[in-house]
């Protein structure tokens, strides 16, 4: 295990990541025979998250290299580039599990300047993107619970190259430009949205189900400004050494094996290392898997001379300077005790016999025991003890979690039964129609398809001085903010942004029939207690995400009817009784996505139709006439009107 480990230190020192899947920074150089200074430098803090998705216990890519692009042009600064093995040409990440979590957590030397776009190279062999339904998909969902897709039905669009070597390349603008300064730390989040209805498209012949992964369009900018506030996935890594004062440990990461190996799960080593501080002020608190103890550290000196070469799994937190700092750590000889570890979204509260079910990359429900000891905590990195404290002990805590929960799970992996000792809940979500807004809260109503999961949920806004998050200009952003998903694409803040909600949720647009009618839908992720108070408790929201809903497959009532600005036609539901009005927007910047779907041969083709041009304009009129199949993505408005987002047109 040494050798291993110095080889991985070696690999390690030829840079950071910027995935968990360790990304390397190759932006160094050197010259021969000068006296040259290298150029100006700063530090990007990287990472890659994604927005949710209900239906996939799995959406497993893998990423060969990212690069960013200067202002102007310029060569591209290679960032990433995937570490590979022979049976394993780059580590597979899934999705999934990163619901508004940071998976690196990194630190990358980058040349100063300004950078305005990223590319990212994901590999696109067969087999290379792995799909596997949840444990419990909505109503709608053509898949059964936990049915893994056959690498057959996989069609990986735009992929180029040769056989075995075959890839695909995405290009995002930043939303706004990457400065990179001198000395200083900059973030930098590229997120997957899972739920964008161009991602996945389904097309069904007989009972064969064919998947389209469309990653253009699908993956965007982030611009999350406040490094200290973001929420890191746990990292997983073999400790390299310890610190001669005791203050930090280097770990190289290591990757889960996919498929998981038949003797078991297995590391793959990875070129990052990270150098990760106890905190010296509240304490990191450090499991001892072998030893089953419970330890809070402010230094490692006690643990100094057994922890090289054990493996680890640790919380961690960034400090706005860039330094990582561990909230908790879990130690083991073992690979198995630090990788067994339940991670994903709550599927099933059961407050009865006291058990919380969490969905596996498999789709499979993994139950898992509370008990009087179960201590919750809530993943609060902007505040050090906070994040150290648990927020409730015991079963009755379990009161305070929905289905939709992000969590990570504490438990001994040997024991025939799991029982938790600590639940990590890293994302709190609460989502669904939108009713009863006012100045001081408004209620959520989910339902799904399981109705014991069903909640109706009352949540007040997070107090008008709790900090959240800066600007894109990096001022400090104080109370609640929202931003309406569509259009515009910055968040509503201040003074106005909780009548600016209250405004917007509440449109309607009534199909009549059983379907009847469509209301506001939301997502919030919310905060224990009301951000400022000492001791407040329950739940609020710091922000709300206005989303468009994806409606059942419809037909064209009545044909577009263009008008300046975009055009309405009417939209037939197969469980409604009326037509709906339907806006479409023509608008550069803010116009409708189009996109035709079609399918030959078992061949699903996605092709964008761009309608902020006299071609496209035409092209959509020629599609939306009555009969037409489409499917309609948007947000009900208060004329009773649905502003559409995303249409997909099927022929």
């Known amino acids: 295990m040494r050798t291993e480990l110095k080889q991985r230190l070696l690999l390690g020192a030829a840079g950071l990541s910027l995935l968990a899947l360790a990304l390397a920074c190759s932006g160094g150089s050197s010259s021969s025979g000068t006296n040259t200074p290298p150029p100006p430098t700063g530090t990007v803090a990287a990472s890659i998250s994604d927005a949710s998705t209900e239906d996939w216990a799995q959406i497993g890519v893998r990423i060969m290299g990212i690069t960013l692009t200067p202002q102007g042009g310029g060569t591209p600064v290679t960032i990433y580039t995937a570490p590979s093995t022979s049976t394993e040409p780059a580590p597979l990440l899934n999705l999934v599990q990163l619901d508004q979590l940071s998976e690196l957590i990194g630190t990358l030397q980058v040349p100063a300047g ?21 444990s419990n998909p909505s109503a709608t ?53 899972l739920a964008h209805p161009a991602f996945l498209v389904d097309s069904t012949v007989g009972t064969t189900t064919t998947w389209a992964v469309n990653f253009n369009g699908p993956v965007r900018h982030n611009p999350n400004y406040d490094l200290a506030s973001t929420v890191l996935r746990h990292a997983y890594g073999s400790v390299a050494s310890v610190a001669s004062d005791n203050t930090s440990i280097s770990i190289v990461k290591d990757h889960e094996a996919y498929p998981v190996p038949a003797a078991g799960p297995s590391p793959i080593a990875g070129l990052q290392t990270l150098q990760v501080l106890a905190d010296a002020t509240n304490g990191t608190l450090f499991y001892d898997l072998d030893a089953d103890t419970t330890t809070n550290l402010k230094n490692f000196s006690t643990e100094a001379s057994t922890l090289v070469g054990k493996y680890v799994r640790v919380a961690a937190r960034y400090q706005a300077n860039g330094t990582l700092v561990a909230v908790r ?38 139950p898992i025991i509370v008990n009087a000891a ?3 905590f809530f993943r609060t990195p902007g505040n050090a003890l906070a994040d150290t404290t648990p ?54 109503t989910r339902n799904f398809v399981g109705t014991a999961d069903d909640y109706t949920m009352t949540l007040p806004y997070c107090n008008a001085a709790a900090k959240n998050g800066k600007d894109s200009s990096w001022n400090q952003i104080l109370g609640f903010k929202w931003w309406n998903f569509t259009y515009p694409t910055l968040a509503d803040t201040g003074t106005t942004a909780i009548p600016d909600f209250v405004a917007a949720v509440g449109g309607s647009a009534n199909f009549g029939g059983t379907f009847g009618a469509m209301k506001a839908w939301g ?4 905060i224990w207690g009301d951000g400022v108070t000492p001791g407040s408790t329950g739940w609020s929201t710091k922000w709300a995400v206005l989303e468009p809903t994806l409606l059942p497959r419809g037909t064209v009532a009545t044909p577009l009817v263009n008008s300046a600005g975009g055009g309405t036609f009417g939209l037939s539901l197969p469980t409604g009784k009326t037509s709906v009005t339907v806006d479409v927007s023509t608008a550069s910047g803010s116009a409708t996505l189009i996109y035709d779907v079609s399918v030959s041969g078992g061949v699903v083709t996605i092709t964008p139709v761009d309608i902020t041009t006299a071609a496209g304009q035409n092209l959509l009129a ?30």
């Open 523 to 526: 997502m919030s992720y919310a």
């Open 141 to 193: 969902f053509p898949l059964a619970a936990g049915t893994v897709v056959d690498p057959a039905n996989i069609q990986i669009k735009h992929a180029t190259g040769s056989t075995g070597s075959l890839t695909t390349t995405v290009n995002v603008n930043l939303a706004s430009p990457l400065v990179v300064a001198t000395g200083q730390t900059t973030n930098l989040d590229l997120e997957f949205n």
């Open 391 to 444: 927020i409730g002990t015991g079963t009755a805590f379990l009161a305070n979690l929905v289905r939709g929960f992000k969590v990570h799970v504490g438990a001994d992996p040997l024991a025939a039964n799991l029982t938790a000792k600590t639940v990590d809940i890293e994302i709190a979500k609460f989502e669904g129609t939108i009713s009863s807004p006012s100045t001081t809260q408004f209620t959520y």
């Open 114 to 134: 300004t950078y305005t776009s990223a590319t990212l190279t994901i590999s696109a062999n067969p087999g290379d993107v792995s799909l596997v339904a949840s």
């Open 374 to 376: 179960t201590n919750f």
């Open 329 to 366: 750590v879990w130690a083991s000889s073992t690979w198995s005790k630090v990788w067994i570890s339940p991670e994903g979204h709550v599927r099933h509260v059961d407050t009865t016999n006291n058990l919380i079910y969490v969905d596996n990359e498999n789709g499979v429900e993994t």
């Open 622 to 651: 020629s599609y939306l006439v009555s009969g037409t199949p489409v499917r309609v993505y948007g947000i009900p408005q208060a004329d009773g009107s649905i502003k559409a987002y995303y249409i997909n047109c099927f022929f």
